[in-house]
């Protein structure tokens, strides 16, 4: 183990070095580099993706030198499902569009004929119906978010089943990614600090009810415009696909005082050795697959403040 965990260091720091150089000068770099072409296609796969934000790493640390190269984000479920939902009724919601694609699910515009409004479905793909761990996480998602009431936290209406079709309702928030802004720079300082204090009080109140995000990004920021275009941006804090509920024996600690209950169903489905996150806002012991408390959210809350001030990650 100590091995993969020596060579997963360094396989990250070539993945940093190379992701500081121009995208035509990677290859030669990865070729002077890694020294073996093992190592060079383990960079390659972890840089391809890198390319896609919506991505992350699951898998063993003893696992995923050997799995690196087929792991990528070309054949990742939710990318390649075929199904053509557009059209389709899930209960009383009719698919109208879709949003995006993550690597837990599709996300579509869908209408509430009941209600009469848009909302957000996050379809979980058709190979990971099947699939226990997958359908669990899928669900422990809707019940983490169900256990949280914060005005900068995307809401969740529901979760719907229909035959091979298993999806989370949520809030349909129109705007931008907080990754997509920062394409265009850096954010000004006191506008980065409005939207730090808003994203600082989504964790706070995250771990105040003992949930653990486990993958904060500027991906799964929304920035949306109240009062119309020339609003000010207000964030939304969203995606609890990788979310854990904390042991406040491993550091968490309720700042309210209050010790809160496990929502009913919502059980931990990842151990020690494992890695979840996004290469660039993990924690250190995120990347050595250790156990994580909430310190993990807010070191990575750190990374997403640097870029927004920067401009950079």
């Known amino acids: 183990m100590n091995d993969d965990r020596e060579r997963w260091q360094r396989l990250q720091d070539i993945v940093q070095s190379a992701l500081d150089r121009p995208a035509d000068e990677r290859a030669a770099f990865l070729a002077e580099a890694c020294g073996d072409d093992d190592l060079r296609r383990e960079a390659m796969s972890l840089l391809a993706q890198d390319d896609r934000a919506s991505d992350f790493l699951a898998m063993p640390v003893g696992e995923l030198a050997a799995n690196a190269v087929t792991y990528s984000p070309g054949t990742s479920p939710a990318a390649s499902d075929s199904r053509n939902l557009v059209g389709s009724r899930l209960g009383v919601y009719e698919i109208r569009a879709r949003i995006g694609a993550g ?55 529901g979760l719907e089943g229909s035959g091979d079709l298993r999806g989370i309702v949520l809030e349909l928030i129109d705007g931008e990614t907080l990754e997509t802004r920062l394409t265009r720079g850096p954010i000004p300082v006191t ?51 990788l979310a854990k509920w904390g042991d406040q024996r491993r550091g968490y600690v309720s700042t309210s005082g209050s010790s809160a209950a496990r929502p009913e169903g919502v059980e931990s489905v990842t151990s020690e050795g494992t890695i979840l996150g996004t290469l660039h806002y993990m924690a250190p012991e995120q990347l050595e697959g250790k156990k994580v408390d909430a310190r ?18």
């Open 191 to 241: 506008q980065s600090l409005t939207l730090a204090v808003q994203i600082a009080g989504a964790l706070d109140h995250a771990h105040q009810h003992g949930v653990m995000h486990r993958d904060l990004k500027p991906a799964n920021i929304m920035l949306v415009r109240r009062g119309g275009p020339s609003g000010p941006p207000e964030s939304k804090l969203l995606d609890f696909g």
């Open 103 to 157: 690597g837990m699910g599709e996300v579509y515009r869908a209408h509430d004929h009941s209600l009469h409004r848009d909302v957000a479905i996050k379809v979980l793909p058709s190979a990971f119906v099947n699939d226990p761990e997958r359908l669990a996480r899928f669900e422990r998602e809707a019940r983490l978010l169900a256990s949280l009431n914060h005005p900068h936290i995307g809401a969740v209406y």
């Open 296 to 313: 993990a959210d807010v070191f990575s809350f750190g990374a997403v403040l640097y870029e927004m001030l920067i401009g950079k990650r």
